[in-house]
């Protein structure tokens, strides 16, 4: 099945500095999704993206898709300490047809940590 | 909207023994999913189900794994017997018909020992 590649692994910041965090496929994805896990929670969904070349701004949030639909990124501008926690990106399962059906594969994730 | 709801939230045991874990979606939902976590790594999907109908279940190692969703609306997921592997969150999540987006519940901690 599909597989991404997520990097970095991990990624400590100074408060106020940026970040990036970036996904990448051997194959054309359908889509991709963000979603953001704080320590010792759970994953909150973040943003799909569908579009070649889309990108997508939330408040201090921009997230990008490839052209090719191969690979995607997640920017965020001067950190605050709430974002501390670790990001995914998932590709959807398409099925035949390109239509998605759900089923999610994680990349490994970028631990994000903000010193103040 | 209530959330995703899972019990219990922890649960220790010791290998070869059985542990069960129950999930209840978001009201409505039909596509429910089980993912283990292991720390460190992102979320695997074990199996999907479709109202009570299984979608996928190619990664759940079906010989000490199992899971049932028998109306269509909770899922109860079973491990017997557990081996020390298996120490890991299980999330379980869903998603309405016509959206991508996955909902997650608070997950259960399993340790075993």
């Known amino acids: 099945g599909q597989q991404v590649m997520q990097i970095p692994q991990y990624q400590h910041v100074q408060e106020g500095e940026d970040f990036t965090t970036y996904c990448n496929s051997s194959t054309t994805l359908s889509n991709i999704q963000w979603y953001k896990q704080r320590p010792g929670g759970h994953p909150v969904f973040l943003i799909q993206?569908?579009?070649?070349?889309e990108v997508n701004k939330q408040k201090r949030l921009t997230f990008q898709f490839g052209e090719a639909k191969k690979n995607s990124s997640l920017h965020i501008t001067a950190t605050q300490t709430t974002d501390v926690g670790t990001y995914f990106c998932?590709?959807?399962?398409?099925?035949?047809?390109?239509?998605?059906?759900?089923?999610?594969?994680f990349g490994q994730g970028t631990i994000l940590t903000v010193h103040p | 909207e209530a959330g995703v709801a899972q019990s219990p939230r922890y649960k220790i045991i010791e290998k070869r023994q059985s542990v069960a874990f129950w999930c209840n979606p978001i009201s409505g939902h039909a596509t429910l999913y089980w993912y283990q976590q292991i720390l460190g790594q992102g979320p695997k999907l074990l199996i999907q189900?479709?109202?009570?109908?299984?979608?996928?279940d190619s990664q759940l190692p079906k010989d000490r794994f199992s899971a049932e969703r028998l109306k269509g609306v909770d899922s109860t997921l079973k491990i017997q017997p557990a081996k020390l592997e298996d120490s890991a969150v299980y999330l379980c999540?869903?998603?309405?018909?016509?959206?991508?987006?996955?909902?997650f519940g608070p997950g259960t901690r399993l340790t075993v020992l």
């Open positions: 993206l569908v579009k070649s070349g």
């Open positions: 999540a869903s998603n309405p018909a016509g959206r991508n987006e996955q909902f």
């Open positions: 998932a590709l959807s399962q398409a099925r035949a047809g390109g239509t998605s059906y759900g089923k999610l594969t």
């Open positions: 189900f479709q109202n009570n109908g299984v979608v996928d």
